[in-house]
């Protein structure tokens, strides 16, 4: 497993390394164009989709994408598709934690198939204008999703039951503890506040996501952070909820080692139209 692992992540790689950083931002929203409409394919399989139309799926998801591509969406500000988009996340994020399992039950099929597609191709849209922004603001919205996940998985493993004798969501992921995710907020601040202070400096258009947020406030930007690591904490366990539901441990096998795209995306899908929004409002 860890060499299926290991091989897998270096492929990966080996594959969106070279894409971020040609010179072009075209060649990473190509890229990431293919990972979104893989995980459309696995969300179609999650919701009991036949093969065929899962790969309907995918080809719609990929349609919508290309199609947006070519109209210039790209280039366009898109303040009310983020605003709508990671407000729909906030909302039904609260609700299915809530709820739970059975409240995912009474979404009618055809409404979760869509709003999933849906959901995913806004992901794309906000991946793709993220690398245009540049590649210090890409990497700066994606470090901090990794860093509260990191930050999460070791403050769990060291402090995991000490202070809070309630699991975080026992009934959809009863590995993860409030004492992690603390540590995730804790060490995405931290990582803000250094990112912060590396390009202060430099010119806005190439700023990062936190230098944006603080020519707010200082205050704003700490704010908004915790926001942010909250949502991929929401969206980790939103897409666990989803493989509860559908009796399955990964969203496919297209990563051996690692699952699905969807395994590996889910802290993203809320994150980056919401990080959007906040930079660009």
């Excluded at 390394?17 to 040609?22: C, D, E, G, R, S």
């Excluded at 093969?51 to 070519?70: E, H, K, Q, T």
């Excluded at 809070?164 to 603390?182: D, M, N, Q, V």
């Excluded at 907020?185 to 506040?193: H, R, S, T």
């Amino acid at each position: 497993m860890l060499k299926q692992r290991i091989i897998t992540a270096l492929v990966l790689l080996a594959i969106l390394l070279p894409a971020v950083f040609y010179p072009s931002p075209q060649a990473f929203v190509a890229v990431a164009l293919v990972l979104i409409a893989a995980g459309a394919w696995e969300w179609a399989r999650l919701n009991q989709c036949s093969p065929a139309g899962a790969i309907v799926a995918g080809v719609s998801c990929a349609a919508m994408c290309l199609l947006s591509w070519y109209a210039g969406l790209l280039l366009l500000p898109l303040k009310p598709i983020w605003v709508l988009g990671g407000g729909l996340w906030v909302i039904m994020g609260a609700w299915l934690l809530n709820g739970g399992v059975k409240a995912w039950a009474t979404v009618p099929r055809p409404l979760r198939l869509i709003g999933g597609v849906a959901g995913l191709w806004v992901a794309w849209l906000a991946v793709a204008q993220a690398r245009i922004m540049g590649i210090n603001f890409l990497f700066s919205v994606l470090v901090l999703v990794w860093v509260a996940d990191i930050s999460a998985y070791f403050a769990g493993r060291a402090l995991g039951g000490r202070f809070f004798s309630r699991k975080l969501a026992p009934t959809i992921s009863p590995g993860k503890t409030w004492e992690g995710a603390c540590g995730g907020l804790i060490g995405v601040v931290i990582c803000a506040v250094l990112w912060r202070g590396m390009d202060a400096s430099g010119p806005l258009e190439a700023a990062s996501i936190y230098t944006r947020l603080a020519n707010v406030h200082i205050a704003f930007m700490v704010l908004a952070v915790l926001f942010l690591a909250t949502m991929s904490i929401v969206g980790d366990l939103v897409e666990s909820l989803f493989k509860r539901s559908a009796g399955v441990k990964d969203s496919s096998g297209l990563l051996p080692g690692h699952g699905g795209v969807l395994d590996r995306v889910d802290a993203l899908l809320p994150t980056l139209p919401l990080a959007m929004m906040l930079a660009t409002l």
